[in-house]
T-cell receptor, first 109, second 117 residues
Framework: DAKTTQPNSMESNEEEPVHLPCNHS???????IHWYRQLPSQGPEYVIH???SNVNNRMASLAIAEDRKSSTLILHRATLRDAAVYYC??????????FGEGTQLTVNP | EAGVAQSPRYKIIEKRQSVAFWCNPI?????LYWYQQILGQGPKLLIQ????????DSQLPKDRFSAERLKGVDSTLKIQPAKLEDSAVYLC???????????????FGPGTRLTVL
C-alpha cells in the first residue's frame, strides 16, 4: 500500500482556517486520497475524498497538487468540535483502509 | 439513519478469559469490518466480511481471535483466551459496497474498549 506522511500535531485558533498537509510521493494513478477523522472516544468518520480535482463538501475542502504527490485538507473555520486526529489514506480498488498515526489537531478557543 | 451499533461499550477481563463483542451494521450495508485500535495508534483491520463471507482475515490472529457474520447482518468478534496485549478499542465499521470500489465510505461504530488485566 502507498504510504502517506503527515505532521504529528497541529494547532489552530477557533474560527480560523486550518490547512492539514499530507505527502504521498509514491501515489499511483489509481489511488484515491481519502480523509477520515477521529474525535475523542469515537470511531473514525469520513471527511472527504478525491482523485485528481479539488473537492468540496459541507465538512471540508480537499486541495490536490497537480502532480498528486501531496494534498491538503482545508477546514474553512475551525471550531472546538473539529479537534480530532485526522488521517490521510490512499485507497485503490481492492486495497484495505490502512490508517497511519494521523495528525492531532488542537483548536484553541 | 441509524449508525453502526456496538456492544458492550466497555469490558474488563482477566488474561486467559474469553470475551465477545457484537456489531450491528447500517441496514443494507453489504460489507462489515472489524478493526483493532491500540492506544496512540490508528485502527488496524482484523477482518472484512462481504455479506456473510470472509474477504480478508490476513491480519486476524487466528489462534485466539474468531469472527462470524451469520445471515450477512450482525457480527460477533471473539477472543479466547485473551492476552494483556489485546487491550485495545475494537471498532466495527460497515460500507454499502466493498473495497473493490475505492470511493466506498466506511461508517464506524463507537467501539468497545477492552481492558485485559
Amino acid at each position: 500500500d502507498a504510504k502517506t506522511t503527515q505532521p504529528n500535531s497541529m494547532e489552530s485558533n477557533e474560527e480560523e482556517p486550518v490547512h492539514l498537509p499530507c505527502n504521498h510521493s509514491t501515489i499511483s494513478g489509481t489511488d484515491y486520497i481519502h480523509w477520515y477523522r477521529q474525535l475523542p472516544s469515537q470511531g473514525p468518520e469520513y471527511v472527504i475524498h478525491g482523485l485528481t480535482s479539488n473537492v468540496n463538501n459541507r465538512m471540508a475542502s480537499l486541495a490536490i497538487a497537480e502532480d498528486r504527490k501531496s494534498s491538503t485538507l482545508i477546514l474553512h473555520r475551525a471550531t472546538l468540535r473539529d479537534a480530532a486526529v485526522y488521517y490521510c489514506i490512499l485507497i485503490t480498488s481492492g486495497s484495505r483502509l490502512t490508517f497511519g498515526e494521523g495528525t492531532q489537531l488542537t483548536v484553541n478557543p | 439513519e441509524a449508525g453502526v451499533a456496538q456492544s458492550p461499550r466497555y469490558k474488563i477481563i482477566e488474561k486467559r478469559q474469553s470475551v465477545a463483542f457484537w456489531c450491528n451494521p447500517i441496514s443494507g450495508h453489504a460489507t462489515l469490518y472489524w478493526y483493532q485500535q491500540i492506544l496512540g495508534q490508528g485502527p488496524k483491520l482484523l477482518i472484512q466480511f462481504q455479506n456473510n463471507g470472509v474477504v480478508d482475515d490476513s491480519q486476524l490472529p487466528k489462534d485466539r481471535f474468531s469472527a462470524e457474520r451469520l445471515k450477512g447482518v450482525d457480527s460477533t468478534l471473539k477472543i479466547q483466551p485473551a492476552k494483556l496485549e489485546d487491550s485495545a478499542v475494537y471498532l466495527c465499521a460497515s460500507s454499502l459496497r466493498s473495497r473493490n470500489n475505492p470511493t466506498d465510505t466506511q461508517y464506524f461504530g463507537p467501539g468497545t474498549r477492552l481492558t485485559v488485566l
